[in-house]
């Protein structure tokens, strides 16, 4: 079946501009991560979703940071203002449960870089 | 608070050797354990996982890794190494109760020479 799907898969801004990054979870998956990866690092977790609702948005950096999945399948990520320092490649995950070590399914990321 | 240590950022290897990847983890509570596998452009993918049952645990490729509490690591092995095999490893943790939020080591490149 088809894996976790993100878009775009790169994405170049201005300093200071809007963008929107879109997840595509595997149907059926009620839990749905963010995480950010910089150059040289591992990923860096965001936020996490179970269904609708953020359960646990402690990673988000700031509040230029927001993430939605209004119907429980989708998720944006939104970053206003965006700064060089935002510049990093984000990753998608998603788990059928989101429970204890229940596997995530990573996508292939969406590459953001801020000019 | 959970951590995870990857020791050394590269490892080569000679094609056909044994490829040894270190992992160490910090944990006040029972972890999961996990090894993913990032190519180039794409995204992680799982090797395998430790979630307190068998503590020598197989995964995919030939990869295996030991859980041993004593020592607090998580190392992943495998006999012969293939050119294939290069990538950048990831170890991670979470632990019940932590949402399932990953928490990762900083990666390893492996290298594998003809």
């Known amino acids: 079946g088809a894996g976790v799907s993100q878009t775009p898969s790169n994405k170049v801004t201005e300093k200071g501009k809007y963008v929107e990054l879109r997840c595509d979870p595997i149907s059926g998956h009620t839990a749905l991560y963010w995480y950010r990866q910089s150059l040289g690092q591992g990923p860096e977790f965001l936020i996490y979703?179970?269904?609708?609702?953020?359960?646990?948005d402690s990673g988000l950096p700031n509040d230029r940071f927001f993430a939605v999945r209004p119907e429980g399948s989708v998720s944006t990520l939104k970053i206003q203002r965006t700064e060089r320092g935002d510049s990093a490649v984000y990753l998608c995950a998603s788990s059928a449960r989101g429970g204890g070590a229940d596997t995530q399914y990573f996508g292939p990321g969406t590459r953001l870089t801020v000019l | 608070a959970q951590s995870v240590t990857q020791l050394g950022s590269h490892v080569s290897v000679s094609e056909g050797a044994l490829v040894l990847l270190r992992c160490n983890y910090s944990s006040s509570v029972p972890p999961y354990l996990f090894w993913y596998v990032q190519y180039p452009n794409q995204g992680l993918q799982l090797l395998l996982k430790y979630t307190s049952a068998a503590t020598l645990v197989k995964g995919i490729n030939g990869f295996e890794a030991e859980f041993k509490k004593s020592e607090t690591s998580f190392h992943l092995t495998k006999p012969s190494a293939h050119m294939s095999d290069a990538a950048e490893y990831f170890c991670a943790v979470t632990y019940t109760g932590a949402n399932s939020k990953l928490t990762f080591g900083k990666g390893i490149t492996l290298s594998v020479r003809p």
């Open positions: 979703f179970q269904g609708t609702g953020a359960a646990d």
